[in-house]
């Protein structure tokens, strides 16, 4: 009676250790992808402040900006998550909007695990990358939407380092002249070069600082005459806003994307070893 006792604890205690497993595998390649992608109720708000300086007929003048950035999710398409954007600028002493070029607003349409646009159901057919993908590392790449290039731009590796004591890959947006659409205004073409530096969280892919500096220039007897150089970069509350995103979202990810599932394969594995270990045993005193 008591080996049949025996037995049977045996059998559950390795019908447990197996569950655990399936669960820990299940957890991996199934339930942990569908909790990690961008919330449907997705808000944020981005601040940058830096400098316009356009020349003119009249001369060159410098116009110090502060630029927000509003995005919130207003709900799903096809499987892809609509963010409504709106991007204000205005002149950083004075308060005052600038025209209605330097404005914009549009819906993006993101998927929301890989936040790769979805250009089917994107408004503009934007393509490339919302954001960094996650996992970056040396030797990477990634195509990142630019909206003044209207066209994604390639984002290289270029260090690894400390950020604020955060550990960061450093990626760089390095794009020489290319042809943008003419302003109607000028009646000429337009060309357009930037250079952007993005410090990411590679657990997370949150970017937790940017600076900027663009170019868009006229061809005069084959020569680029720039017409306005911008710089702009994350303003202060917005870098230290991400860098609490980003703490928050490394360990939040280091326990459910490795620790919670591996500790289920961990301890199922023990289980049904320390099983088969006590069957054998009590088989080969059974035999004796």
């Known amino acids: ?54 020349s003119s007929a009249q001369g060159n003048f410098t116009i110090p900006i502060a630029q927000e950035l509003a995005q919130e999710a207003t709900g799903t398409e096809n499987g892809a998550l609509l963010i409504h954007e709106v991007r204000t600028v205005k002149n950083a002493v004075t308060g005052q ?41 040396e030797g990477d790449s990634f195509e990142l939407w630019n909206p003044g290039a209207s066209k994604p731009l390639t984002a290289n590796y270029l260090r690894s380092e400390d950020f604020r004591d955060l550990g960061v890959v450093v990626f760089e947006i390095n794009q020489d002249y290319i042809d943008i659409p003419e302003d109607p205004r000028m009646g000429m073409d337009l060309y357009f ?13 949150a970017v937790v600082n940017q600076t900027s500096e663009t170019t868009i220039a006229i061809d005069m007897v084959g020569m680029k005459i720039p017409v306005q150089i911008s710089n702009v970069n994350y303003a202060e509350r917005t870098i230290e806003d991400l860098m609490d995103t980003a703490r928050s979202a490394r360990w939040s990810l280091l326990w459910f ?32």
Not at 104 to 127: K, N, W
Not at 269 to 274: C, T
């Open 1 to 54: 009676m008591t080996t049949k006792k025996q037995t049977k604890r045996g059998i559950l205690i390795s019908v447990v250790g197996l569950i655990l497993m399936v669960l820990g595998v299940l957890w991996l390649a199934f339930i942990f992808p569908a909790l990690d992608k961008v919330p449907t109720d997705y808000a944020k708000t981005f601040y940058f402040d830096g400098t316009f300086l356009i």
């Open 97 to 137: 909007p600038l025209p209605a070029e330097y404005q914009d607003e549009s819906t993006l349409a993101i998927d929301r695990h890989t936040l790769e646009f979805v250009p089917e159901v994107d408004e503009q057919g934007r393509t490339g990358q919302w954001g960094p993908p996650k996992l970056l590392g």
């Open 193 to 205: 070069k930037t250079r952007i530096t993005l410090w990411i969280e590679p657990s997370s892919g």
């Open 257 to 288: 994307r490795t620790i919670v599932p591996w500790l289920f394969i961990g301890v199922g594995a023990i289980l049904v070893i320390i099983d088969t270990l006590i069957l054998s045993r009590r088989r080969g005193v059974q035999a004796r």
